[in-house]
């Protein structure tokens, strides 16, 4: 059943239209995270379907009924705010209770909901304490379980993480996945963060600039990025992007190097055309038999730990590697970089659009 | 070392304000006290010492206890109507409409008038022969004949309290107001999402962070409006019949108009007791708030 449906929403303020047309569908159980650059209009999209904003254009149906006209309470969302946003003089436990206590449950059936709910998330021994008297990540877990309680058909999160250090997010996201396995809610996620979305999302959409680049699940986004902006969204290190131009079945890179152009794009790309080649820094390997293969020259080696992250040059184009942590590399050594045919991406340099 | 340099040049810096602090309050007050133990005139010889026969002879005063009694009424009543209708005018001017703006400098306008004019354009309005209210109230039907508002003990006090409420309550709405800002947008969603009403929303969710800067006005305006002399002596002069006697009036009657400066002095270190009293009653109170606010 569709859960969720965003048909042709557009939002303008006054000349400026922040959403230009947004279209999503989505199944009951889902998670979809709205993934972009700050100010690309997803907290606005977001807003939209809670209500707290209204559409200039379009339609949001909740369930398969539009709730565009329905008060914010009467569309069966719940919410969590980046901030948090907790009452600050109740206590946890009518933090949690609140909405229920809006709409008059009965009190002991109000506790109990809270109860279960404290529990699930672990905060029962914070019941009875003040949100100033609470660390961020625990005022967070407030947050939600004042969401969960509700038990409503789709949970919104914007940037629920993103007050939170590293460490502490990485929990928290791993909670949420739990949370959205057991609970089998449809959730739409807000964050900027591509690693988040990459973790959670049954499906992503990438927006940029009040549209959706794509809308597609995480291996899609990843493995056939759609455009550039796409490409270059989502991974770190970035998609290495260099400059090409097609020639007589080859990439030519520049300074004599060149890749052979893969089969599958012979009769897609004319010669002299000018491309972009989109090449993963961990798709590079050192095992000249893996594939077609580069020179390039060694300019930087980092070892973060699982990987070491070589940059290196070729000719007048820079790329990035993630090669195993024991390689022996050098700066100033001369390299060789197997690619697999497959983990080659092809864009038109001017429309940035794959060449599927 | 550096503590003690430090607390020496704090203390020069500050002896400037000192002195002079010393020489307009202190100097007055020591003074008053040494007067307000005798039978001092305002003119003529120095008096003799008296004890605090002043004190007690005011204490018992039916004068003194009328006025005071119309003293906590005015503060009671016209602070009252201004924290009300301050904060009712920030809410309205919190919401976002069309001319907004203009109307937020608008309203600041009676407070930033000095009290005088105030008081000179409400006796205008109060006119017994040509004033607007008798013209309004008789043109709607409210009115038969043409009233002396601040002429009649009965209305007096009330149509004074009406002036300082229209003079003040824009200190309260604009300290409101800038507690409503600070309001976040978040928790204002999140209560909506909630489905708390605008009753419950005000409670949980502007009234915690209005609190503490109303406590602030409760506290600036009561302390005033205890001390009031200006607008009063202005529009009545404590008349009639006394009606609007408030203690400063009083103070002054006694020292100037009756001359009689030990009795005089005696009352103005009472009242000056009393708004002490208020001030440090109010200061507990503010540290409280303060603290369980959030
Ligand atoms: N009330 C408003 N009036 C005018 N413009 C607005 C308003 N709210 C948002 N915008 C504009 O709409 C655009 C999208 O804002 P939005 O808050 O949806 O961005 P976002 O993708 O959530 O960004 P972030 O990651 O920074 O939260 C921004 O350019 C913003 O300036
Ligand atoms: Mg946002």
Same mark, same amino acid.
């Given at each position: 059943?569709?859960?969720?449906?965003?048909?042709?929403?557009?939002?303008?303020?006054?000349?400026?239209?922040?959403?230009?047309?947004?279209?999503?569908?989505?199944?009951?159980?889902?998670?979809?995270?709205?993934?972009?650059?700050?100010?690309?209009?997803?907290?606005?999209?977001?807003?939209?379907?809670?209500?707290?904003?209204?559409?200039?254009?379009?339609?949001?149906?909740?369930?398969?009924?539009?709730?565009?006209?329905?008060?914010?309470?009467?569309?069966?969302?719940?919410?969590?705010?980046?901030?948090?946003?907790?009452?600050?003089?109740?206590?946890?436990?009518?933090?949690?209770?609140?909405?229920?206590?809006?709409?008059?449950?009965?009190?002991?059936?109000?506790?109990?909901?809270?109860?279960?709910?404290?529990?699930?998330?672990?905060?029962?021994? !914070?019941? &009875?304490?003040?949100?100033?008297? /609470?660390?961020?990540?625990?005022?967070? +877990? =407030?947050?939600? @379980? *004042?969401? #969960? %309680?509700?038990?409503?058909?789709?949970?919104?999160?914007?940037?629920?993480?993103?007050?939170?250090?590293?460490?502490?997010?990485?929990?928290?996201?791993?909670?949420?996945?739990?949370?959205?396995?057991?609970?089998?809610?449809?959730?739409?996620?807000?964050?900027?963060?591509?690693?988040?979305?990459?973790?959670?999302?049954?499906?992503?959409?990438?927006?940029?600039?009040?549209?959706?680049?794509?809308?597609?699940?995480?291996?899609?986004?990843?493995?056939?990025?759609?455009?550039?902006?796409?490409?270059?969204?989502?991974?770190?290190?970035?998609?290495?992007?260099?400059?090409?131009?097609?020639?007589?079945?080859?990439?030519? !890179?520049? &300074?004599?190097?060149?890749?052979? /152009?893969?089969?599958?794009?012979?009769? +897609? =790309?004319?010669? @002299? *055309?000018? #491309? %972009?080649?989109?090449?993963?820094?961990?798709?590079?390997?050192?095992?000249?038999?893996?594939?077609?293969?580069?020179?390039?020259?060694?300019?930087?080696?980092?070892?973060?730990?699982?990987?070491?992250?070589?940059?290196?040059?070729?000719?007048?184009?820079?790329?990035?590697?993630?090669?195993?942590?024991?390689?022996?590399?050098?700066?100033?050594?001369?390299?060789?970089?197997?690619?697999?045919?497959?983990?080659?991406?092809?864009?038109?340099?001017?429309?940035?659009?794959?060449?599927? | 070392?550096?503590?003690?340099?430090?607390?020496?040049?704090?203390?020069?810096?500050?002896?400037?304000?000192?002195?002079?602090?010393?020489?307009?309050?202190?100097?007055?007050?020591?003074?008053?006290?040494?007067?307000?133990?005798?039978?001092?005139?305002?003119?003529?010889?120095?008096?003799?010492?008296?004890?605090?026969?002043?004190?007690?002879?005011?204490?018992?005063?039916?004068?003194?206890?009328?006025?005071?009694?119309?003293?906590?009424?005015?503060?009671?009543?016209?602070?009252?109507?201004?924290?009300?209708?301050?904060?009712?005018?920030?809410?309205?001017?919190?919401?976002?409409?069309?001319?907004?703006?203009?109307?937020?400098?608008?309203?600041?306008?009676?407070?930033?008038?000095?009290?005088?004019?105030?008081?000179?354009?409400?006796?205008?309005?109060?006119?017994?022969?040509?004033?607007?209210?008798?013209?309004?109230?008789?043109?709607?039907?409210?009115?038969?004949?043409?009233?002396?508002?601040?002429?009649?003990?009965?209305?007096?006090?009330?149509?004074?309290?009406?002036?300082?409420?229209?003079?003040?309550?824009?200190?309260?709405?604009?300290?409101?107001?800038?507690?409503?800002?600070?309001?976040?947008?978040?928790?204002?969603?999140?209560?909506?999402?909630?489905?708390?009403?605008?009753?419950?929303?005000?409670?949980?969710?502007?009234?915690?962070?209005?609190?503490?800067?109303?406590?602030?006005?409760?506290?600036?305006?009561?302390?005033?409006?205890?001390?009031?002399?200006?607008?009063?002596?202005?529009?009545?002069?404590?008349?009639?019949?006394?009606?609007?006697?408030?203690?400063?009036?009083?103070?002054?009657?006694?020292?100037?108009?009756?001359?009689?400066?030990?009795?005089?002095?005696?009352?103005?270190?009472?009242?000056?007791?009393?708004?002490?009293?208020?001030?440090?009653?109010?200061?507990?109170?503010?540290?409280?708030?303060?603290?369980?606010?959030?």
């Amino acid at each position: 059943m569709s859960a969720l449906d965003i048909i042709g929403v557009r939002k303008t303020y006054g000349e400026i239209e922040t959403l230009k047309g947004i279209d999503i569908a989505l199944e009951s159980g889902e998670f979809l995270v709205l993934l972009g650059s700050s100010g690309c209009g997803k907290s606005t999209l977001l807003n939209i379907i809670a209500g707290l904003a209204e559409a200039s254009g379009g339609d949001v149906r909740i369930g398969g009924r539009s709730v565009l006209a329905a008060h914010p309470k009467d569309r069966d969302i719940a919410m969590v705010f980046q901030s948090y946003a907790l009452y600050p003089n109740l206590s946890v436990h009518r933090n949690i209770g609140f909405g229920l206590e809006m709409r008059k449950v009965p009190a002991a059936e109000r506790d109990r909901a809270v109860r279960e709910v404290a529990k699930l998330l672990q905060i029962e021994a !914070l019941l &009875d304490r003040k949100p100033s008297q /609470l660390s961020g990540g625990q005022r967070q +877990r =407030v947050a939600i @379980g *004042r969401a #969960l %309680v509700r038990k409503p058909q789709v949970f919104l999160f914007d940037e629920p993480l993103s007050n939170l250090d590293a460490k502490l997010r990485m929990e928290m996201r791993t909670e949420l996945k739990r949370l959205h396995q057991m609970l089998k809610t449809t959730m739409v996620y807000v964050t900027h963060d591509q690693i988040e979305a990459m973790t959670l999302a049954t499906r992503i959409a990438v927006m940029r600039d009040g549209r959706i680049e794509q809308l597609g699940t995480p291996e899609e986004i990843y493995n056939r990025p759609a455009t550039l902006y796409v490409a270059t969204f989502v991974g770190a290190p970035p998609m290495n992007l260099l400059d090409t131009v097609a020639d007589g079945g080859r990439l030519v !890179l520049g &300074d004599n190097a060149a890749l052979p /152009l893969p089969q599958a794009w012979k009769d +897609r =790309v004319r010669d @002299g *055309r000018r #491309l %972009v080649l989109g090449i993963r820094p961990e798709a590079l390997q050192l095992d000249a038999a893996a594939g077609p293969a580069i020179s390039a020259t060694v300019e930087v080696v980092e070892l973060t730990g699982p990987e070491l992250v070589v940059s290196a040059s070729i000719g007048r184009q820079r790329i990035m590697a993630c090669l195993p942590p024991r390689s022996r590399i050098a700066a100033g050594q001369r390299l060789t970089f197997a690619v697999e045919e497959d983990a080659m991406h092809l864009f038109d340099a001017e429309s940035g659009l794959r060449i599927a | 070392m550096s503590g003690t340099w430090m607390s020496t040049r704090a203390w020069l810096l500050m002896t400037p304000l000192l002195a002079v602090m010393i020489a307009v309050i202190g100097w007055p007050m020591v003074q008053t006290v040494g007067l307000s133990f005798t039978d001092a005139k305002l003119v003529g010889t120095a008096g003799t010492f008296v004890g605090l026969d002043n004190y007690a002879r005011m204490l018992a005063s039916s004068n003194f206890q009328r006025t005071l009694v119309t003293t906590v009424w005015f503060a009671v009543v016209s602070v009252g109507a201004e924290m009300m209708l301050g904060v009712l005018a920030a809410l309205l001017l919190n919401q976002e409409f069309r001319g907004r703006t203009a109307l937020r400098a608008l309203m600041i306008l009676p407070w930033a008038l000095p009290t005088v004019v105030n008081a000179t354009l409400w006796r205008l309005i109060y006119n017994p022969e040509y004033g607007a209210l008798n013209a309004a109230l008789t043109q709607i039907g409210l009115l038969d004949a043409y009233r002396s508002w601040l002429g009649e003990p009965g209305s007096a006090l009330t149509a004074l309290i009406v002036a300082d409420c229209w003079k003040n309550f824009p200190l309260v709405a604009l300290i409101a107001l800038a507690a409503l800002q600070a309001v976040p947008r978040d928790i204002t969603a999140a209560s909506l999402v909630d489905g708390a009403g605008p009753f419950n929303r005000f409670r949980f969710v502007i009234l915690p962070y209005l609190a503490g800067p109303l406590v602030v006005a409760l506290v600036l305006r009561t302390i005033e409006a205890f001390k009031v002399f200006d607008i009063i002596w202005v529009m009545t002069r404590g008349g009639p019949a006394n009606s609007t006697r408030t203690l400063s009036i009083l103070v002054y009657q006694e020292a100037f108009s009756f001359q009689r400066a030990g009795s005089g002095a005696s009352l103005a270190l009472i009242v000056t007791l009393l708004v002490t009293l208020l001030a440090l009653a109010y200061a507990a109170l503010v540290r409280k708030t303060a603290g369980r606010a959030f």
